[in-house]
């Protein structure tokens, strides 16, 4: 992910270092036949990409049309092309009303599978994310997990100095959720996190997350949800992940 | 119409893939309905935005969705999400939009539609139907149904003063023939148009009813082509606005059809030239949509 992103000068890498973690938990060890997984925080569109890579996919020749002309991996999810992407998202607010229509297409028709929603933490300030939470409380779909990536930085500054929900955990959980909280970053504490469906309604869990996870100098840094890595934090983050490997 | 509507769709129930989906609205209409699906009627809330994402997914799931609000809630504050949740992925949602035009008269210019099909044709895939007489809300409803494209129906009332047939639906329809201008309307406006038009003298104008867009969904009819070519003076009557209505989509339609006219006329609404509120009447008065204006266009039309 840090080399599609190094390579094409891409940026938003900052949102997809916070969301990989979880969107990689989900994938490989939760999401079983026919479960489903919408990505409202579009904008984490590489680390989707290098999720579905891992399952076998995509292509590593997919993976290097990211951002360039002709290619199927545009900077947001695309509408058509890749199966398992079920929508194509990226105006933030959108997903996780297509998840609860998905979950309650699931709860119409008898069906067991689950849905999985990533979003981002800034995204609760669109009034068309907590409709979708109304519905989908009011609705009891427990089929839903909604895990909320927690950075707490936004476009033009932190989620606090921007438009505060803070806590986010409490105002959530006094819409009825089954409300938890994790260490986004913490891939044990992930699984038992997202693992068990809800008890009679959907699930919140906020993510504590860290902005830019694991590059030195763009970590909790504005300045990683967009820009693209200077080639010194490119080498650098690098150079960590092969220390850590 | 809306009555006729959920008689129709409370025939088509049976489907057992078939959601109903409101943004709280109906009351004492759709209760029928609401009985007939059960947990496939859901009432989304005042949240239109969450409902038209909701109903493209289902449709994504392979469900029959159909989505009703009064028409500006559904096409202009959900319009993100029908541009993005419903076009881009070409999902099957028919969306019923109730009190299309000026319908909803003094209740305010929020509740009014003058620009709904103009909008909404802009969007990948769209289809709109636009019925005229509530006999032709069945055939539009089997349609809609059982199509497979994001459609928007433009539900009003229909306006016959008194119930006489009607030509079956079709997308293009001849109401009255005549030798003089070529005059096209749509939707239930048709009625009044045709009362207005009535004892016209000769030459009488050939007035026809469109209750399909875009027109490349069904081509202008040759008979009405060469009709348009031969008059060589042609009126469109609409309740939208002038930007982006079926006076644009046929101005359009001219040029690339290489048709010249001597004389055009395009009647529609003008918005709110007043600060005046009042009945659907008085508004298509404001915007010379009533009897008398449209009679005296089409006279001065004869006369060019």
Sequence with gaps: MLEMHYNNRVGHLGGNLSAIDAMLVIHHELMQPGDRFVLSKGHSAGAYYVTLWSLGKLSDADLRTFHKDGTMLSGHPPSRGIPEIEFATGSLGHGLSLAAGLAMAAKLRGQTHRIYCLTSDGEWQEGSTLEALIFAVHHKLSNLSIAVDHNGLQGFGSTAEVASMDPLDQRLAGFGVDLRRCDGHDLDALRQTLAPAGDGCPVVAILATRKGNGVLNFENKMESHYLPLTESQFAEAVAALKGSS | MRQRVCEVLVARAENPNMVF????????????????????????????????????????????????????FCYARAFEQVRNDICLHNLPVRLLGNGGGYGYGVMGATHHAIEDYGVLLTLPGMRVYTPAYHDDISVVITQAGDGCEPCYIRLGRDERKIKLPVPAYAPWRRLSPGDGPVVITLGPLASSVQAALEDIGEPRPDLWLVSELPLTSNEVPASLAARIADAGCLCIIEEHVGHGGLGSMMCQWLVESQVRLRAFEHVHALGYPSALSGSQDYLRQQSGLDSDSIRNVILALTQS
Excluded at chain 2, 31 to 57: H, K, T, W, Y
């Design chain 2, 21 to 72: 989906l409101t943004g709280d609205l109906g009351f004492m209409a759709l209760e029928p309905l609401r009985d007939r699906l059960g947990d496939r009627f859901i009432n989304c809330g005042v949240a239109e935005q969450n409902m038209i994402s909701v109903a493209a997914a289902m449709a994504k799931e392979g469900l029959e969705l159909w989505v009703y609000s009064i028409a500006p």
